[in-house]
């Protein structure tokens, strides 16, 4: 028979154990180092997977690949574009990106760079490191198919102020390890010319030296300060751990297991890196990046084959960016999720959900905005308190978003805004930004000579403008703004009232005809025709439960009262402007690697059509 003193000493051991092992596997070691507690996830059947918007989210197409008219891209036709990198230094930011003809991982390859002084108006692409050009009498090894670029960094800011770019060449259609010849560095100078092309590193699965490659290694640069910055990159653990994906260091350059692939990192309060990785990978290292604890798949973070990227924001929180997806060919939407402390992540939205028609097919050209990456700790800070985030969009088209912090998906109190107090081409604060370069969002000086207006412009035969005002979500709303179509032109602007989901229970058009309609439940009412280069009034009161309805008015005249939604929904939180219909396609179902031509007249402007919209006033 057990003694009394015996069953209590086992059940205080019992208990010792199972605390231990509960603090041992607790969230925020290495056991789990994060995780997201948000209840709400995707619908995978909408661009926008029925997220909320981050509020005020500025997205902008920086290049817009062009097979037949070369000159209006970047200059050589090509359109694959792909892993984009950002920096900001001596007040410009600096894109860098690869680009292959069509197809991913197939030769030739190069790596461009375009410039910006504002974030908004961005430069025309150069070449930053061209085409591998192998030394005289080197043969591409048996196995391989041609030469092409393939890195997951491209800059770094040294110590001593000098920006360096970088870069690594490697053979078609396998650059990692074998395959790989080494990575190069330039420098960008302050007056935008650029220094010698030298590798800084041969891959050390190889026997590629100075002796056998097209560049020389950057020990001979006649520059000591270029020599000291490379130096002092080579011994940056946390920036280096970038590199590893394309050569693991046989050398013992690396220490530790390799983690995954596409490393991004931050450093929470505490001192500890906390290192992410594709897949929903993550470990934590207590000595700056030089060993990592076994790298876990956290299973609350749903991630595919694109990357995550992680930083600490300027409000001293942690920001998640990714595709919540578990399948690599339909990679959307772009979403952000958000940390006090960088262990216990919540509240998803949205960054980007939208997904233009893919031009231009190409092997692994997946849909939706890809591989996103923000600017390295190290690499610069914009005037602000935004997030930067750059990526490619159906790795086809570059894009950048501005995301401000800290980041919120709720306003409250009423809005009237009529845009005058803002800089023409500036900032739009709080407003919902999407803007290709053949279809600009901006603010204009008025057409009619009196203060500021918001132009949303379209000659994109594939695209469309976009600007969404998030407003207080309410179950009774009135809402009233001022549109003008431009004199001479035509085209098409959607007006919607959405939810918090995006459903759209309130839509009004006015067609390519100028023929301005709405919606009664689901059937088109057409009030008139409307007169270009004149203001138009409309205001509604939207009523979303009981019984869903809304009332309009065109230019202070009653339309109707009680016009049923086209859907039922609980409240509504959004007023969307869109110069092309609703689209939500691709779809999961699309399929992907199937060759096709291109979309007929991918590379030809429409004639533009501009739309302006002023005096926005929305109240409970």
């Known amino acids: ?18 605390f231990l092992t509960t603090s041992l596997a607790q969230t925020g070691s290495v056991h789990e180092p994060v995780r997201y507690i948000g209840g709400n996830s995707i619908d995978p059947d909408v661009h926008e997977g029925r997220l ?10 920086t290049l817009r690949v062009n097979r037949s008219q070369p000159e209006l891209a970047d200059g050589f036709g090509w359109t694959y574009s792909h892993a984009s990198n950002l920096a900001y230094w001596e007040g410009t930011f600096f894109q860098q990106y690869l680009s292959n003809p069509v197809d991913e991982h197939i030769s030739p390859g190069q790596t461009l760079l375009i410039r910006s002084d ?15 050009p192998a030394p005289e009498g080197v043969q591409i090894p048996e ?60 891959s050390s699965h190889t026997d590629w030296n100075e002796s056998n490659t097209a560049f020389p290694f950057f020990t001979t640069s006649p520059d000591p300060e270029f020599i000291r910055a490379c130096e002092e990159l080579l011994e940056n653990t946390l920036i280096t751990l970038q590199w590893r994906d394309e ?16 490393f991004s990192y931050y450093t929470r309060k505490d001192g500890k890196t906390i290192g992410f990785w594709k897949r929903s990978m993550v470990a934590i290292s207590e000595d700056k990046g030089r060993s990592f604890s076994p790298s876990v798949k956290v299973p609350t973070l749903t991630m595919a084959g694109g990357k995550v990227w992680a930083q600490q924001t300027a409000d001293e929180r942690y920001a998640l960016v990714y595709n919540p997806i578990d399948i690599d060919e339909y990679r959307y939407p772009l979403i952000v999720i958000g940390s006090d402390d960088g262990v216990i992540f919540d509240d998803m939205v949205l960054v980007q959900g939208e997904v233009p028609p893919r031009r231009f097919y190409g092997r692994w050209k997946d849909f939706g905005p890809c591989y996103v990456r923000g600017i390295v700790a190290g690499n610069g800070n914009p005037p602000g308190k935004d997030m930067w985030l750059t990526y490619s969009m159906n790795k086809e088209d570059m894009w950048v978003s501005r995301v401000p912090t800290p980041i919120r998906y709720a306003v409250d109190g009423p809005i009237f805004e009529d845009f005058d107090a803002l800089h023409a081409k500036g900032s739009i604060p709080d407003w919902n930004i999407y803007a290709p370069l053949w279809a600009p969002v901006q603010v204009v000086p008025s057409p009619s000579g009196e203060g500021m207006v918001l132009e949303l412009a379209d000659e994109d035969p594939y695209d469309y403008a976009r600007a969404i005002r998030v407003f207080k979500e309410g179950q009774e709303v009135a809402l009233e703004w001022e549109f003008m179509a431009s004199s001479g032109e035509n085209g098409r602007l959607e007006m919607d009232i959405t939810d918090r989901y995006g459903n759209r229970p309130v839509r009004i058009t006015l067609d390519e005809e100028r023929n301005l309609s709405y919606w009664s439940g689901h059937e088109r009412k057409i009030l008139g025709r ?13 009523v979303a439960r009981p019984e869903g309805h809304f009332s309009l008015a065109w230019n202070g005249e009653t339309i109707a009262d009680h016009i049923p939604l086209t859907v039922a929904v609980k409240s509504i939180e959004r007023l969307s402007f869109r110069t092309g219909p609703y689209r939500n396609l691709p779809g999961r179902k699309t399929p992907n ?13 429409v004639p533009m059509a501009r739309f302006f919209i002023d005096r926005v006033g929305i109240r409970p």
């Open 247 to 262: 050569d693991n260091g046989l050398d013992g350059f690396y220490t530790g297991e390799r983690g995954g692939s596409a």
């Open 1 to 18: 028979m057990t003694s009394y003193p015996l069953v209590r000493c086992l059940l205080v051991f019992v208990g010792l154990f199972g």
């Open 530 to 542: 409307v007169e270009a280069g004149t203001w138009q009034h409309l205001s509604l009161q939207v």
């Open 118 to 132: 504002d974030g908004r108006h961005w430069s025309k692409p150069i070449v930053l490191f061209p085409p591998y």
């Open 52 to 61: 909320r918007y981050a509020v005020g989210v500025e997205s902008r197409q």
């Open 143 to 202: 196995g391989y198919e041609g030469y092409m670029m393939h890195q997951r960094m491209g800059f770094y800011v040294s110590s001593g102020g000098k920006l360096l770019s970088l870069a690594f060449y490697g053979h078609s259609e396998d650059p990692f390890e074998a395959g790989g010849i080494g990575r190069v560095v330039r420098e960008i100078k302050k007056d935008g010319s650029f220094g010698p092309i030298y590798f800084i590193r041969y």
């Open 593 to 605: 690697e199937d060759p096709v031509p291109p979309l007929p007249g991918a590379d030809e402007k």
